[in-house]
């Protein structure tokens, strides 16, 4: 290991910026340094906006999204159709939805993908509040928006067994969608087709 | 016949044993001639890089990196497409900044995987590691196989990756005695479509190669193989209908939870295939042929399967050809250059003496290494 140059302080700020995502250890070095020497322009405001999302962030009780309301604003907006629920996967799923504006509906974030090899279970995801949200009946159709990798794929099978019964429409989002693409990475313009071409299981 | 590529220019960055290389490609032969340790494999190494998968050693990218670097390394290659150039560069980063895979770049764009290299060239290999594969595991013979499967499906890859993680995902629940119905009924259907696509395509591949080789001048040196394919599959095998053959591994899956959770593994499927290859003349397994007719053989094999991928994919394949020069004979060799210049490909050799390769005359390219370095390409 390199011998700490700086104080514990900028070593801890390192520390914390290198488990972001898409940072390692050399550019959370920079970074770093880039925050201390931008202290007024971006160090300060960044601080505060981190605060204030520390305070007012949370997850939507009812689909998982992140907000500062709980409800969500999706959830609690009027002019959607809320009788239609896309599941994702994540809530980077969710936004890039919603930045293709493929849908006027409502969603459901399952928190991740069964997944045997990183001890991923059914009680650690988002299904039992799903099929929950089902049973109360409003939801008319489900969107099953996973990617199309094996965990995604065993995942939808495992919802669509849990739904069997229910009163509710299932389609699969499946044209145009990679095998092993990801949902989060598609270019809004393959998405926007998916999900019009979503099929019926 | 369709696209041809040929690669024009390699530069390696703390590729093994090369801190900095420049090479330029003028020929559709090109000989790396020098001694021992001089860094020929390396090279064949880092051409087979334009390949998905780890090249032709499989090695770990950390072991590809030259000794001493911290940063790790890149190959660079321009290959031309129908005279349109396009640059390929991987690049492996060990410094915890990168991804923990290679990085591929296709003209400045990050490819989204690896597949896309088979858009810019099919690349088949024959190396001194193969010689043993008649004789060897199964799995050798598999990865052979798939290889062959790959450079005319490019799906093929993705296919035969995805099945082992739903396989190891089974595996991982029955030995956690985790017998969750619903959750190894959905990675057990993934299993069976998955699996069955894999033997298919294998299936397909052996019967498109077996009349390629019957197809094959008889006069050749190189002997004809006849080649079985046992798919891994019980009861029915692969007959009938993909779908029937999916329901019944699916049931089978189903049904053997238990017996293959107190074996530890999956007992059936794909990844328990094997490719029996006999040298048919001689009615002969080829495990117990000669040394100097298992190598004929391979040849064989590798030429039947390049003419065949340049036929069904339009692209002939690039050759890298590792001590071919060394087990066979003059006739062989000269016969062997031939059938490789007929296919219209780049085919990249190596060999420790300069004088195997004096059938190519002045169709070769000879490229002189000593010591990670190069000796300027012989003026003619
Ligand atoms: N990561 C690495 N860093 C530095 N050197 C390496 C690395 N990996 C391998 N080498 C060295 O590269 C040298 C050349 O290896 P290579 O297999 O290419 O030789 P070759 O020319 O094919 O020899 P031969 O004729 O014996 O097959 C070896 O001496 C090996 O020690
Ligand atoms: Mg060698
Ligand atoms: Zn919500």
């Known amino acids: 290991m390199a011998k700490s140059i700086a104080g514990p302080e900028i070593e801890r700020l390192i520390q914390l910026l290198a488990k972001l995502p898409g940072l390692g250890p050399r550019s959370a070095r920079r970074a770093a340094l880039h925050l201390v020497k931008k202290r007024e322009p971006i160090l300060r405001p960044l601080t505060a906006a981190m605060a204030d999302a520390l305070e007012k962030v949370g997850e939507c009780s009812v689909c998982g999204n992140i907000d500062t309301s709980d409800p969500c604003t999706i959830c609690r907006d009027p002019a959607r159709d809320q009788s239609v629920v896309v599941v994702v996967e994540d809530v980077s799923d969710l936004w890039a939805l919603e930045r293709a504006k493929a849908l006027n509906a409502a969603y459901h974030v399952l928190g991740g993908v069964l997944s045997p090899l990183e001890g991923i279970g059914p009680e650690d995801l988002t299904i039992r509040q799903l099929v929950e949200r089902v049973s109360k009946g409003e939801v008319k159709e489900l969107v099953i928006a996973v990617n199309a990798t094996v965990e995604g794929q065993t995942t939808a099978h495992y919802l669509m067994d849990q739904l069997e019964g229910l009163d509710v429409r299932a389609t699969r989002l499946a044209h145009g969608v990679p095998v092993g693409g990801e949902l989060d990475y598609l270019d809004e313009g393959t998405l926007s087709a998916a999900m019009r071409s979503r099929t019926a299981l | ?380």
Not at chain 2, 30 to 56: C, D, H, I, Q, Y
Not at chain 2, 262 to 269: H, M, P, V, Y
């Open chain 2, 1 to 380: 016949m369709g696209r041809q590529s040929e690669i024009g220019h390699l530069r390696l960055f703390d590729f093994r044993n090369y801190e900095l290389l420049d090479l330029s490609f003028q020929k559709r032969f090109v000989v790396f001639a020098g001694p021992n340790g001089a860094g020929k494999t390396n090279l064949l190494e880092a051409l087979s890089l334009l390949s998905p998968g780890r090249g032709l050693r499989r090695a770990p990218y950390g072991e590809m990196a030259r000794q001493g670097t911290q940063s790790g390394f890149s190959v660079k290659a321009s290959v031309r497409i129908a005279s349109e150039e396009t640059t390929v560069v991987t690049s492996v980063r060990l410094d915890g900044e990168g991804p923990n895979s290679r990085l591929v770049r296709i003209d400045e764009t990050q490819a989204k995987s690896a597949e896309e290299l088979l858009d810019i060239a099919r690349i088949v290999w024959l190396t001194p590691a193969m010689d043993g594969l008649f004789t060897g595991p199964a799995g050798d013979r598999r990865r052979f196989l798939d290889r062959m499967v790959l450079s005319i499906d490019p799906t093929h890859g993705r296919r035969a990756s995805d099945f082992e993680r739903a396989m190891r995902s089974r595996n991982k629940l029955l030995s956690d005695n985790r017998i969750d119905d619903r959750w190894l009924a959905g990675i057990e259907m993934q299993m069976a479509e998955l699996g069955v696509a894999m033997a298919v395509a294998r299936n397909e591949l052996v019967a498109n190669l077996t009349n390629a080789i019957a197809l094959a001048d008889p006069d050749l040196p190189f002997p004809k193989a006849g080649l079985v394919l046992s798919p891994g599959f019980e009861e029915g095998g692969l007959d009938g209908p993909a779908v029937q053959v999916e329901d019944r591994y699916r049931e089978r899956l189903a049904r053997d939870r238990y017996r293959d959770a107190g074996a530890g593994r999956t007992l059936e499927g794909p990844h328990r295939a094997d490719l029996e290859v006999t040298h048919l003349a001689k009615h002969m397994p080829a495990g117990l042929s000669s040394t100097g007719e298992q190598k004929a053989l391979l040849v064989g094999l590798i030429i039947a399967h390049a003419r065949l991928t340049s036929v069904l994919s339009g692209m002939a394949p690039i050759l890298l050809l590792d001590e071919i020069a060394a087990h066979l004979d003059a006739r062989r060799r000269a016969s062997l250059f031939d059938l490789v210049g007929d296919l219209g490909g780049q085919t990249f050799m190596t060999g420790t003496d300069e004088s195997l390769f004096e059938a190519l005359g002045d169709r070769a390219q000879i490229i002189t290494i000593a010591d990670g370095a190069v000796r300027e390409p012989r003026e003619e």
